[in-house]
Each structure stands twice: as C-alpha cells, then as structure tokens.
C-alpha cells in the first residue's frame, strides 16, 4: 500500500546506506557468538547440527528473539561457505520432523534474516545482495519441506509465508528498478499465486514500470522490455489490475492505477470516474493525493484548466511537503494564460520546505513497494511466536 | 553598469512605463513586445547593429522597432544546475568554480539567482549582486537525489521577477530527467512563450566517450530537449566533453550574452488572442538571428491587463 513515507532518498525503499566500514569491521572480528538465552528447543530426535550450521542457527534464533540488528551484522560477517553448509544441512540433514513448527519457524526466519540484510541496507554491493537473496530463496523454496511431508496446517502457513517473502523480495527489486530479476520474481509469483490481488497489483505497476516513457533515461533497458509495445504493456497492466479489482474492490492502489492507465490510454472519462471512487473510498492520504494529482492532469486535456488547478491545489493541500502540485498549478494556470497567477505559484514552488516526505507522485514508476522493514518486521515477529 | 540605450533618452524615458516590460502587458491597446536576439555572421557576434539592421515581423507583420539595447542593459542570470546524484564528485566541484567564475564575471548592476535541482527543486540564492552570498551558496552545494530537470528549469524561468534587466537562465545538467511532472512539450511551449533566454550546458556521464555532436544515445542528457528548449527561449545549447570544460563554456555563455540586443516594439489596437510567431532577421547584411519564437496572448487579456509589469 503506498503511504507517505519519511526519508531523504528519492528511491522507493532504498534504505539507509549502512556504511560498508561496519560491515568490514565486523567481518576483520572473530565471530563470536554467544549462547542464546533462550533457544527453542530441538526436536528429540534431532541430531546435533554441525558445526556451521549450530553457529548459523545461534544467528537465526538471534534474529528470532529481536535481536535484529545484531543477527544482521553477525550473518554479515560469516563465511558464505559456512552459511551453505548450514542451508544445506537444513535440507538434508535437519532432523526428519518436518511436522515440527519450530524447524518451520527457523527456517523462515534464516529467509527474513537474509532479506533484512539486504532491505536494510547491511550489505550494499551488488553481489552481496544477490547472494544473501538467493540464500533466502533456497530457504523459502517449498521444494525443501513438501519433501518432508508438512501437515496440511503448517504447509498452509508456508504457502502464505512464502508469497508473502516473494512479494517483499519483489517489491524491493522494483523499488530499485532490478528488473532482470523483478521479471524472473513476477512470473513466478504470478504463476505460482496468480489470483492473489497483491500479486496481480505487483504485476500490474511491473507492467507500467516498461510502459514508463522515462525509463530509458535511466539507462535501464532490458532487452526483452522490446518484445511489447508501450501499449501492450500498458494493456498487460490494465488488465492485471482489472483482475485484481475484481477480487479485491478494497484493494484501492489498484484501482489508482487502474485509472492511471486509462488516463495513459487517452480514456479519460474512465479514468475521471475511477480516480473519483479513490477520491470518495480510499482512506490513505497518498492515494487521494494522487488520485487528485492525475484527475488534474485528466481535466488537462480537454481544457477544464480551472477544474485541473482545484485538483492540484487539493493535492497541495494534502501534501504540503511535495512540490509537484504547484509545479502543475503553475503550469495549468499558465495555460490558461493567467500569468501572473503562474508566476506566484512557481515562486512557491521554491518556499515548499524541504521535508522528509517523498512525494508519492516521485515514486510511482517504483511499484506498489511501501514500508518494506516494516512488514518484514512484522513477518519476523510471526516466525517468532 | 550603466543602462545606455542605442535611442535617444527622450524617446526612452517615453517609452519606460512600457517598453521594460518583462511580459507582453496589453493595456490600452498599447502593447510593448521584448525580444533579446543574437545575430551572428559564420557563428560569430556580430556587435555595434542598430535597430535599422534588423527586420522584425510579429504574425508576418513587419513591426517598427522602438527601442534597442545593447551590452550595457544589466543581466539577471538565473543559474539552474543539476546538483543529482550524478554530478556527485569531480563534476559537482567544477561545477561550482564554473557557477562562481561566471558569478565573479559579472557587471556590478547585474545580478545571480541561484537555482539548484535533484527530484526536488531548490533557490539555493533570490537574485542579488551580492557575490560573497552567492559563493557561500555554492560552496553549500552537495549532490544527490533523481533528476527533475524539466520541473527545474520550467520554474526558475517563470517565477522570474518582474524587472528592466535581461533575463537569462543557464541550465547545467549531465543527465536525463527522471522525476519532473511537466512534459517535455509543456516545457518547450513554456520557453518560447518565456521572455528568459535559455541556455544550456550539457555534459555526459563522467568516463564516457563520443563525439562533442554526437554524444553517446543514452547516457547524457536529452540533446533533442534541450536544444528545443534553447532554441525556442532564442539560447543554445552547449556541450562539453569533459568537466575541465564547465567553467570555459559558462564564460563562453557569458561572453555571448554581452552580444546581444534586445529589441522592443509596440502592438497597435487589440492583440489578436493566441500564438504571435516573432521572426527577426538582419537586412543590408548576412547573418543569423537567434530570437525566441513568440508568445501567447490569451483570449482573457483583461486579466493580462491586471499582469505584472515594472
């Protein structure tokens, strides 16, 4: 759901960059790590974890019972080759109750450690990010418990957490616009939950995010983005988020951007009317403030310039923090040739004060990526119960 | 800097409570028009015109030239420079001594605004002639962020105060635009209806190669943009292959402005509402003329009638 989020980066989702010193400290210190206070307790049957695998399972149970941040720099500093062992291990090797909730749990939680690390920003190079969500897709993979025959609870509670990590993951990759590996994450998603709205919203922006005409002009352009037109991403967008308005009609970032597409389409009055049920149902101040920003846009092209302006000056209002809407007054009431009223609203434009708010309208292209740490957070404390 | 007119006083100080209007203000059926040209002859300034050596038609109707200035009318520079992630580096720090020498080249009459940009934009300096003002802003400077550059540069030129100084605005950007609301057809209509005259620096991404005309598809900024822009607002667009060049080609900008005229003539009776094409030309000699392409009179003149003016 896209909210009024607080950071000085432009980028949807990009945290704070950790500083790579720390993790290069952490890595020069000997790993010590010490006894959990309270680790859940291991099946009987179990046989004792090897060595890389007892000290990776201390981290995760870190990580488990809150000690996030330092779960993060610990995993951080581990061996990648120790760290295989141990998923291997957890493959292979773990004790054979698959049934138990706490191997589960574990499990689950190993996959939230590594996308912490990467969300959070713990690890900033490329490569270090790919490996750390790599790992944490091996662990999520169901393929390494319908081996073990999960009781039909505890592989539904999977399922759903595993969409659930995809959809996190995926989100992250279009906040920073991977979209080699985004496209790989959405055809997945797609098929493996295709009727779930948040999969089909994701699916949607991921469509609209290639129809966007700027995307160029950040040197991403994947090689298969030319297989469609604009407007067939366009259609692929529209129709995905149609689909996922039809399953869920509370599901009002869809219908945003459902309108948003016909608005892109040159449909307007479809578009009028959707942005005008976001503006009547949606309870989110960034939707309405969109919903507003693109209805102006809408009342644009047919020369409803004072119907525009009372639009993006409803935008302003929400949203006093973000400039773009008096960019638009400005431009609107320019077009309707009241100059100087355009110049006093461009002059404001420069006394908007720079606030921590990030214009919803500047992430857009971004995808439907909000407050990732926090639903992480959220995931972990469920894994923790 | 003195203002010194090429017409007589008499005729200028008649003309003062309209011909320093900054837009076209129709009052009374007496509406004065501005124009800043460059004419040049194979590229270069041509200097010491009057206004019997050029031709101006507005709508294809030759107009009378009323007054014509040269050299001595004080500059209002409107600095718009990137300041996005990527100029971070070596780009941001020449790019600040190309902002401070322009700054210290400048007359003592004319005057620096200071406007810089990521996804969000700033007025980093409110017109002054203050140098010490200036450079301490500059040296405040820092990168980082996406590129609005369109929104940037659309409101730095129309937020422009109402003044008798020529206007220009001197956009530095080395990438494309990623963020701004405002279409690239909104921003070109906006400039040639825009009394400021643009110009632009324009610089590809640090490390890469190609040709000065012919930079690498892709990874600079929009030349099909800019140069729209520029030419529509009567500037041009500059490039430079490396960022050792930014403070040669901002005094390059400069030293061009010193060789322009501006040019005023006065609209008889009603002006018709809608797009007034402006083409200037020289007579009795070669030359080019850069002027911007017109302006808009709108069907609602009453409230234009109510517009700024000095």
């Not at chain 1, 297989?227 to 509370?250: I, T």
């Not at chain 2, 969000?120 to 017109?127: G, I």
């Amino acid at each position: 759901m896209i909210g009024f989020r607080h950071s000085r980066s432009p980028v949807a989702c990009r945290r704070t960059r950790r500083a790579a010193v720390l993790i290069g400290l952490l890595a020069a210190l000997p790993i010590a790590v010490s006894p959990r206070p309270q680790a859940p307790q291991q099946p009987e049957a179990a046989r004792p974890a090897l060595p890389p695998a007892a000290t990776y399972l201390q981290v995760v149970d870190r990580y488990r019972s809150g000690s996030v941040d330092l779960a993060a720099r610990t995993v951080v500093s581990l061996d990648h080759a120790r760290i295989e062992i141990a998923v291997k291990w957890l493959g292979k090797d773990a004790p054979r109750d698959a049934g138990d909730p706490d191997y589960v749990s574990r499990i689950q939680a190993a996959a939230l450690l590594h996308a912490h690390v990467v969300l959070a920003g713990v690890v900033n190079t490329p490569s270090e990010r790919t490996w750390h969500l790599a790992i944490a897709k091996r662990l999520v993979d169901l393929q390494l418990m319908e081996e073990r025959e999960l009781p039909d609870d505890v592989a539904l509670q999977h399922r759903s957490f595993q969409k659930q990590w995809l959809l996190l993951v995926a989100r992250y990759r279009h906040s920073i616009l991977d979209l080699d590996a985004l496209v790989a994450d959405v055809a997945f998603l797609v098929a493996r939950f295709g009727d779930d709205p948040e999969v089909l919203l994701l699916s949607g922006s991921f469509a609209e995010t290639l129809a966007w005409p700027r995307l160029s002009s950040l040197m991403i352009t994947p090689w298969w983005q030319a297989r469609k037109s604009r407007n067939g991403w366009l259609e692929d967008a529209r129709s995905a988020y149609q689909r996922a308005v039809n399953a869920d009609p509370g599901l009002h970032e869809a219908r945003l951007r459902l309108g948003h597409v016909f608005s892109d389409r040159g449909r307007n009055q479809e578009a009028m009317a959707i942005f005008e049920s976001v503006l009547r149902d949606a309870d989110s101040q960034p939707l309405t403030y969109l919903a507003h920003l693109f209805s102006g846009r809408v009342c644009e092209r047919p020369g409803r310039l004072s119907d525009a302006v009372v639009h993006y000056r409803a935008a302003a209002a929400i949203c006093p923090g973000c400039q773009v809407p008096l960019v638009a007054v400005s431009n609107a009431l320019r077009m309707a040739g009241d100059q100087a009223a355009a110049v006093a609203a461009a002059r404001a434009v420069s006394t908007v004060q720079p606030a921590d708010v990030i214009d919803p309208f500047l992430e857009y292209y971004y995808g439907p990526c909000r407050d990732l740490l926090p639903a992480l957070e959220r995931m972990r404390r469920e894994v923790s119960k | 800097m003195n203002q010194r007119p090429l017409l007589p006083c008499a005729l200028l100080l008649g003309l003062a409570g309209v011909g320093l209007a900054q837009t076209p203000t129709f009052r009374a059926q007496i509406d004065v028009v501005r124009v800043d040209v460059l004419a040049t002859d194979r590229g270069r300034p041509i200097r010491g015109l009057t206004a019997a050596n050029f031709e101006l038609r507005d709508n294809g109707v030759a107009q009378r030239i009323d007054a014509i200035w040269g050299a001595t009318l004080p500059i209002d520079v409107m600095l718009v420079l990137d300041a996005s992630d990527s100029v971070r580096g070596l780009v941001l720090e020449h790019l600040k001594r190309a902002a401070l020498a322009l700054t210290e080249s400048l007359g003592a009459k004319d005057r620096v605004q200071l406007w810089t940009f990521s996804h969000r934009v700033s007025l980093a300096v409110a017109p002054t002639s203050d140098q010490d003002a200036v450079r301490r802003s500059v040296d405040r400077m820092e990168a980082g962020g996406a590129t609005a550059l369109l929104d940037a540069i659309y409101t730095a030129f129309t937020s422009r105060a109402p003044g008798p100084n020529r206007s220009i605005a001197l956009l530095f950007s080395d990438g494309k635009d990623n963020r701004s609301w405002l279409t690239e057809t909104e921003v070109i209509d906006a400039a040639r209806n825009s009394e400021t005259v643009v110009y632009a620096v324009a610089s590809r991404p640090l490390g890469l190669v190609g040709p000065v005309d012919n930079p690498v598809s892709g990874t600079g900024p929009d030349e099909d943009l800019l140069a729209a822009i520029t030419n529509g607002s009567g500037g041009r667009l500059l490039w430079t292959t490396n960022e050792q060049q930014l403070r040669q080609r901002f005094l390059d900008v400069l030293e061009e402005l010193r060789s322009r005229y501006v040019l005023s003539y006065t609209l008889g009776g009603s002006p018709t509402p809608g797009w007034h094409a402006i083409k200037v030309r020289l007579k009795n000699r070669t030359g080019e003329v850069r002027a911007r392409a017109g302006y808009t009179v709108a069907p609602d003149a009453p409230r234009q009638r109510e517009g700024s003016r000095p």
